[in-house]
């Protein structure tokens, strides 16, 4: 079965970068992408973007784009994301997520989610 | 495309059925799914395509629409359907959400 483990949570302080890893089994990595969402507390999903495994192209949402790099290791099976420059505002929870057919944009399969917190 | 959602907030009881409006700044086809949040659990892909049922989605799920104007709509509501639900649009990016609706018993 698909599974997408995130790492735990984080709490760091402003200014600092986190890297995010997300651990998927139970299907072939390189044939879907991995999309990245945030969930700031109590609102709404913002789409970040996503990487294909095979590739490595990335796509981002212009919003994210200064904020998040996208990356894989398809020897681990992990994608990971790096959050730079942190502030308040990117205290969220973020969730690794797959879509349920190659190239569909709508997802299927999400992380636990890993809550970053940015406080000194 | 930016998808306004309502209403944000909405009770019912158990046996009811509710509906939640999910519209489109511009036409999106029926590139439209529709999510179930719940504490603690993943969030769960309830409905593609506009209409079409993921598998495991209990039948009393319904959604319809297509262009800029969609629903879901919950026949029957059990215990379990108090959540939070959105909607998303794929048929472009960058992929966007609706703001959310949250079903919380009467």
Not at chain 2, 18 to 37: G, H, M, P
Request: net charge positive.
């Amino acid at each position: 079965q698909v599974n997408l483990l995130q790492s735990g949570a984080a709490l760091v302080k402003p200014g600092a970068s986190v890297k995010l890893s997300c651990k998927a089994s139970g299907y072939t990595f390189t044939d879907y992408y991995i999309h990245w969402v945030k969930q700031s507390h109590g609102k709404s999903l913002e789409w970040i973007g996503y990487i294909n495994p095979n590739s490595g192209y990335t796509n981002y949402n212009e919003k994210f784009k200064s904020k998040a790099t996208l990356t894989v290791d398809k020897s681990t099976n992990t994608a990971y994301m790096e959050l730079s420059r942190l502030t308040s505002e990117d205290s969220a929870t973020y969730y690794c997520t797959r879509s349920d057919y190659p190239g569909i944009r709508r997802f299927a399969y999400w992380g636990q989610g890993t809550l970053v917190t940015v406080s000194s | 495309v930016q998808m306004t959602q309502s209403p944000s907030y909405l009770a019912a009881s158990p046996g009811e059925s509710v509906s939640i409006s999910c519209k489109a700044s511009k036409s999106i086809s029926n590139n439209l799914a529709w999510y179930q949040e719940k504490p603690g659990k993943a969030n769960k892909l309830l409905i593609h395509s506009g209409s079409t049922l993921q598998s495991g989605t209990p039948s009393r799920f319904s959604g319809s629409g297509s262009g800029t104007d969609f629903t879901l709509t919950i026949r029957s509501l059990e215990s379990e359907d108090f959540a939070v639900y959105y909607c998303q649009q794929y048929n472009e990016y960058p992929l966007t959400f609706g703001s959310g609706t949250k079903l919380e018993i009467k």
